[in-house]
């Protein structure tokens, strides 16, 4: 867990620029965004991805998503709608073993997904 970028991140160890926070999620923008806006939504205890979601740590996920629902009504690029991925899995595309929440939004998306 000591070696996980994104709790590194949570930590202030590594720069973000930082979106959201409360006792349980961080929000931040992603490095390499691929919409206009494209922010990472993550739990700040060390879930390695959705995988591991069971009934002892699954309320941190319905927080995530009341978060991503507040976020979306305070900021326009969200009217239109939007999209919120989670890769799980190498085959899914995960590069970041700590799961997170892309969320997207700012521009129309394809269906389905690549
Ligand atoms: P995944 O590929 O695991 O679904 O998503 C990982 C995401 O983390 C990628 O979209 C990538 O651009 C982002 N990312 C990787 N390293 C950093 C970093 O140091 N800072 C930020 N803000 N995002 C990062
Ligand atoms: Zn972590």
Known sequence: MND???CKIIAGEIPSN???ED???????????TAPVHWLVIPKEHIAKLS???DKNSGVVSHIYE?????AAEHEEFKNGFRVVSNCGESAGQTVFHIHFHVLAGRD???PAG
């Not at 006792?23 to 965004?33: G, N, Q, T």
């Not at 978060?67 to 976020?71: A, E, G, H, N, Q």
């Open 109 to 111: 998306f394809a269906w």
């Open 18 to 20: 930082k979106i959201y």
């Open 52 to 54: 591991d979601i069971n």
């Open 67 to 71: 978060v991503i629902s507040k976020l």
């Open 23 to 33: 006792e349980s999620v961080y929000v931040f923008a992603d490095i390499a965004p």
């Open 4 to 6: 996980c970028l994104f």
